[in-house]
């Protein structure tokens, strides 16, 4: 079982910039991709970022250029650097990592709990 645990949201003023984490915790072979989706009021979850063991990243075109995720393979840590944010970017974002109990075993997705970002003046 793995667990995620985020950290980093809050009130920030457009053109600011958040921090968020999440580390993965509990008993598993190993994490796979890591990644981050937001879901806004009235809106479907979208991802934002994701970013597999390789390092190779993808981003939704909405966040390219503004946004950084990298993570930390040994400590199944992953971070989401957000710069010059907008009003748009407002959603609880939650942490999405894929793990496999044993080495034979599925990946299989575990959600946090969510942090909400809130952009405004």
């Known amino acids: 079982q793995v667990q995620l645990v985020e950290a980093g949201g809050g009130l920030v003023q457009p053109g600011g910039s958040l921090r968020l984490s999440c580390a993965a915790t509990?008993?598993?072979?190993?994490?796979?991709?890591m990644g981050w989706y937001r879901q806004a009021p009235g809106k479907e979850r979208e991802l934002v970022a994701r970013i597999p063991r390789d390092g190779r990243t993808n981003y939704a075109d909405s966040v390219k250029g503004r946004f950084t995720i990298s993570r930390d393979n040994a400590n199944n840590t992953v971070w989401l650097q957000m710069d010059t944010l907008e009003a748009d970017d407002t959603a609880v974002y939650y942490c999405?990592?894929?793990?496999?109990?044993?080495?034979?075993?599925?990946?299989?997705?575990?959600w946090g709990q969510g942090t909400q970002v809130t952009v405004a003046s």
């Open positions: 509990g008993v598993f072979f190993r994490i796979d991709a």
């Open positions: 999405n990592a894929e793990g496999r109990r044993y080495s034979y075993s599925y990946a299989i997705k575990y």
